[in-house]
């Protein structure tokens, strides 16, 4: 997580030093409607536990059920936003995006159980969507910070296997979330924009049942991304 916010901030940097390097454009370059394409990469952290009588059970018997899932992978985004300057530097937007994450990951989740028996946790890959508002200021790059809801969907399971054979948990509805972020643009041309931006998700807690009536597990999800972003105004 360290290194990949080493790098956005880098890119951020960067995309800071190339608006000096640009010509200067005449007419209002970061105002109006713009289609927006991202790529980048994304830090994926599942956090889940037993609870309730699974919790109290392996309790009973020495085991220590719960894992983490910390997959960094690819992460891919398309949206529409809008942009209006309210002063000569200053801008207030609203965008909405729909991103692909591949979050698929795996991991032992649990620690002392005796022999024939186990238990594995997995993560499927993410899809989402947010609805932010965003504000920036000109200082040759247009420097942002955004914030908004967000709606993912992704399955999280935990099998648990027996010398009689296994049980398999899991749980694929949506869930909201909050998101919170910045970057920075500068222009290509007149209608074209180039940047970087780091996000950081939060979604809420997801109960895993039994038969569709019991909790047994709870898992918490944070997303923590960075993408090279070009927006093309229309």
């Known amino acids: 997580m ?62 220590s059920g719960g894992g983490d899932i910390d997959e960094l992978g690819a992460q891919l985004s398309v949206g529409v936003l809008h942009r209006e300057q309210i002063d000569k530097r200053f801008y207030v937007g609203a965008g909405l995006d729909l991103t692909w994450t591949d979050s698929e990951g795996s991991t032992n989740c649990q620690t002392g159980a005796p022999a024939g028996w186990g238990a594995t946790c997995d993560r499927s890959d993410m899809w989402s969507g947010s609805l932010t508002a965003q504000a920036g200021v000109d200082v040759g790059a247009l420097l942002y910070i955004k914030g908004g809801v967000a709606l993912g969907v992704w399955e999280d399971s935990a099998t648990i296997t027996a010398p009689g054979g296994s049980l398999t948990i899991h749980d694929d509805g949506p869930l909201f979330g909050w998101v919170i972020g910045g970057g920075a643009l500068v222009p290509l041309t007149e209608q074209t924009l180039l940047g970087a931006e780091v996000t950081y998700t939060d979604y809420e807690t997801r109960s895993g049942s039994l038969l569709g009536a019991l909790d047994v597990t709870e898992t918490d999800t944070d997303v923590l991304a960075g993408q090279v972003k070009l927006q093309v105004k229309f």
């Open 2 to 63: 360290r290194d990949l916010f080493i790098a956005v901030t880098a890119a951020s940097v960067a995309a800071y030093a190339v608006a000096f390097a640009l010509p200067a454009f005449s007419e209002d370059s970061y105002g109006g409607t713009f289609v927006e394409v991202g790529a980048g990469a994304a830090q994926t952290d599942t956090t889940g536990k037993p609870v309730g009588p699974a919790a109290a059970f392996l309790s009973a018997v020495g085991v």
